[in-house]
């Protein structure tokens, strides 16, 4: 989709997104959704998330910091969501950690509809129940060739009949049928905390601002590369460390999502 276009969209629409994240990534994911143009509303009581997520535009789960009390929430606000024909986002994180995680995110699939699953590598395999060994964190440890990934994304897709978003050196995007290859970045994102988290807060605002999922997502994975680039040269060019690039990161995000980046950037 042509940047103006999204950007019109994103402008006229200021998706609010219902969050329901984890407190490792709670102020960087609101924060990225103002950076871009939109906003976060953070409720997981069971006694208010449908209410919320009616006043939102999109809603986001994100499988961190996981309970039993998240879990109905997660699935109740989903529910209303789908109820209300609003986009959901999933975000399992680790959900090949534990049998306790991998079985909530089943269940969450088997109650809600998403619109987009974004995950890493090993996430994606857990979900195709390809990798049966519990993994020793939430970041990917698995790495896998883009021909492997891209077939991985597409049937992830297929299985769970929505758009899929798999995050590595490069992204892949599918709907079942097309898929994309997101490429660029810089590896200094994966030094900060929130990155996988704030990727899929974005691909919720696009979808919030009435992007098809498949498009939402491609948006979403090519402004986080580029931005991830531009915060790494920046970087780079004061010679600064990971504090420093990750204060450019929300800047980037500014910039492209309003239009106002520079040709130097370049």
Not at 11 to 29: G, R
Not at 73 to 96: F, Q, R, T, W, Y
Not at 167 to 190: A, F, H, N, Q, Y
Request: charged share 25%; net charge positive.
């Amino acid at each position: 989709m042509a940047g103006n276009v999204w950007m019109r969209q994103l402008k006229k629409t200021a998706p609010k997104v219902h969050c329901l994240t984890n407190p490792v990534s709670v102020q960087e994911v609101a924060n990225v959704l103002l950076a871009a143009g939109g906003s976060a509303i953070m409720g997981e009581d069971e006694l208010e998330v449908q209410t919320i997520t009616s006043l939102c535009q999109a809603t986001l789960l994100n499988m961190g910091v996981l309970n039993d009390k998240k879990l109905c929430s997660c699935i109740l606000a989903g529910k209303k969501a789908n109820e209300i024909n609003h986009p959901v986002v999933l975000d399992p994180v680790g959900a090949g950690v534990s049998l306790y995680r991998r079985k909530a995110v089943e269940l969450v699939l088997e109650k809600v509809k998403m619109s987009v699953i974004r995950c890493n590598q090993e996430e994606a395999c857990a979900l195709l129940d390809l990798n049966r060994k519990p993994s020793g964190g939430v970041e990917s440890s698995v790495s896998i060739s883009e021909g492997k990934q891209l077939k991985l994304a597409k049937m992830l897709a297929q299985l769970h009949n929505c758009t899929v978003l798999i995050s590595g050196e490069s992204d892949v995007v599918s709907d079942g049928e097309r898929c994309t290859l997101v490429t660029g970045g810089d590896p200094k994102i994966r030094r900060i905390t929130g990155g996988g988290c704030m990727l899929s807060a974005l691909c919720a605002l696009f979808c919030g601002a009435g992007l098809a999922p498949y498009e939402a997502a491609c948006v979403a994975g090519n402004i986080w590369k580029e931005s991830s680039r531009i915060a790494g040269k920046r970087t780079e060019k004061i010679h600064g460390g990971i504090g420093s690039f990750h204060v450019h990161l929300f800047d980037a995000v500014d910039r492209i999502c309003h239009g106002r980046r520079k040709e130097h950037e370049d």
